[in-house]
T-cell receptor
Framework: GAGVSQTPSNKVTEKGKYVELRCDPISGHTALYWYRQSLGQGPEFLIYFQGTGAADDSGLPNDRFFAVRPEGSVSTLKIQRTERGDSAVYLC?????????????FGPGTRLTVL | GENVEQHPSTLSVQEGDSAVIKCTYSDSASNYFPWYKQELGKRPQLIIDIRSNVGEKKDQRIAVTLNKTAKHFSLHITETQPEDSAVYFCAASQGSYIPTFGRGTSLIVHP
């Protein structure tokens, strides 16, 4: 079956612009996670959804970052007034059951470059 | 919060040798420890995981050991092959909490 997909695969934008990154989880997965991965680092947690609601957004670095999952499936990560330091690979993962102690299936990521 | 340290950052071995990657964690409540493999430009994929009620788990050439008292766990790869070359990440989590990842180990297997 289809895995987690993310679009776009690459996004180049200018400092100060607004971007949206999309994640399509595996069908039926209730849990969805967003991570940010900088070069040479492990995935850094941003936000976790259980169904439609954000169960934990403690990893969002500041109020320029926001994410939604209105129908409990597709999620969009939104970044306002982008800064060069936002450049990274943004990974999405989904999990079939409630709770984070289950396998997470990662998407291929969106490489964001802020010029 | 949880803190996961991973060593070494780079590991270079000859084909056929064994490779060992070690992680330590800080939160004694953590009870789930997955390992992910990430090939260059690709997504992380789970290769093995262990829960706190067991001390060792094996799957063909890979194994993971867990020492809860010392709060460390290790990945062991035997008979390494060039296709094992990748970045490996450990992680730790507890219950429904978010996993904390290590910084990764770049494994290079020379043919």
């Amino acid at each position: 079956g289809a895995g987690v997909s993310q679009t776009p695969s690459n996004k180049v934008t200018e400092k100060g612009k607004y971007v949206e990154l999309r994640c399509d989880p595996i069908s039926g997965h209730t849990a969805l996670y967003w991570y940010r991965q900088s070069l040479g680092q492990g995935p850094e947690f941003l936000i976790y959804f259980q169904g439609t609601g954000a169960a934990d957004d403690s990893g969002l670095p500041n109020d320029r970052f926001f994410a939604v999952r209105p129908e409990g499936s597709v999620s969009t990560l939104k970044i306002q007034r982008t800064e060069r330091g936002d450049s990274a690979v943004y990974l999405c993962a989904s999990s079939p059951t409630r709770g984070a102690s289950d396998e997470q299936f990662f998407g291929p990521g969106t490489r964001l470059t802020v010029l | 919060g949880e803190n996961v340290e991973q060593h070494p950052s780079t590991l270079s071995v000859q084909e056929g040798d064994s490779a060992v990657i070690k992680c330590t964690y800080s939160d004694s409540a953590s009870n789930y420890f997955p390992w992910y493999k990430q090939e260059l430009g690709k997504r992380p994929q789970l290769i093995i995981d262990i829960r706190s009620n067991v001390g060792e788990k094996k799957d063909q050439r890979i194994a993971v050991t867990l020492n809860k008292t010392a709060k460390h766990f290790s990945l062991h790869i035997t008979e390494t092959q060039p296709e094992d070359s990748a970045v490996y990440f450990c992680a730790a989590s507890q219950g429904s909490y978010i996993p904390t990842f290590g910084r990764g180990t770049s494994l290079i297997v020379h043919p």
